[in-house]
T-cell receptor, first 112, second 112 residues
Framework: QKEVEQNSGPLSVPEGAIASLNCTYS??????FFWYRQYSGKSPELIMS????GDKEDGRFTAQLNKASQYVSLLIRDSQPSDSATYLC????????????FGTGTKLQVIP | DAGVIQSPRHEVTEMGQEVTLRCKPI?????LFWYRQTMMRGLELLIY????????DSGMPEDRFSAKMPNASFSTLKIQPSEPRDSAVYFC??????????FGDGTRLSIL
């Protein structure tokens, strides 16, 4: 089982809809969770981080974490064509160890 | 405010040649990470440094790969001899304290 799993997509949503991106992880001691956006040919860019169970909202983005189910998701409200990118889920385990493990990403396509 | 700077942006070379990738982290950052990204395996951590000292190189695929950080403002990733399966995008990232990682623009490496 991969440490961080994501559906590769593509996930296609119409402009203005809610895009829901999901991620599961295998290590129960994981403590920090991140969502990165990566445009084609560009480097990953951090858009959200979440550390405790529940929801965290930042503008049109909401990250949701459920540690019991080992599940983290990203919701994008009012999706725009500019949101079309690959979204990477990343997980960091507890403690001083600095390794962040990335999923392979979900490609999102927002259709105008 | 200069970000993480990587060079070269693109490298095309023949199998068996030595390849050297370079990275200048953000000034003041004490962690430096080297990643490799492929379609099949996603973004993989190869090695990371803390205060110029290699901390975890368990992601380095084999002895053909080596990395150094002679000072706080410079790191290299070397592949010798290179093989076609090393073709990928190589990212360098740095971070300071509890801040998130900042990625460079990457080096797109093609081994013929």
């Amino acid at each position: 089982q991969k440490e961080v799993e994501q559906n590769s997509g593509p996930l296609s949503v119409p402009e203005g809809a809610i895009a829901s991106l999901n991620c599961t992880y295998s290590d129960r001691v994981s403590q920090s969770f991140f969502w990165y956006r990566q445009y084609s040919g560009k480097s990953p860019e951090l858009i959200m981080s979440i550390y405790s169970n529940g929801d965290k909202e930042d503008g049109r983005f909401t990250a949701q974490l459920n540690k019991a189910s080992q599940y983290v998701s990203l919701l994008i409200r009012d999706s725009q064509p500019s949101d079309s990118a690959t979204y990477l889920c990343a997980v960091k385990i507890q403690g001083g160890y600095q390794k962040v493990t990335f999923g392979t990403g979900t490609k999102l396509q927002v259709i105008p | 405010d200069a970000g993480v700077i990587q060079s070269p942006r693109h490298e095309v070379t023949e199998m068996g040649q030595e390849v050297t990738l370079r990275c200048k982290p953000i000034s003041g950052h004490d962690y430096l990470f080297w990643y490799r990204q492929t379609m099949m395996r996603g973004l993989e951590l190869l090695i990371y440094f803390n205060n110029n000292v290699p901390i975890d190189d368990s992601g380095m695929p084999e002895d053909r790969f080596s990395a150094k950080m002679p000072n706080a403002s410079f790191s290299t990733l070397k592949i010798q001899p290179s093989e076609p399966r090393d073709s990928a995008v190589y990212f360098c990232a740095s971070r300071g304290g509890l801040q998130p990682q900042h990625f460079g623009d990457g080096t797109r490496l093609s081994i013929l």
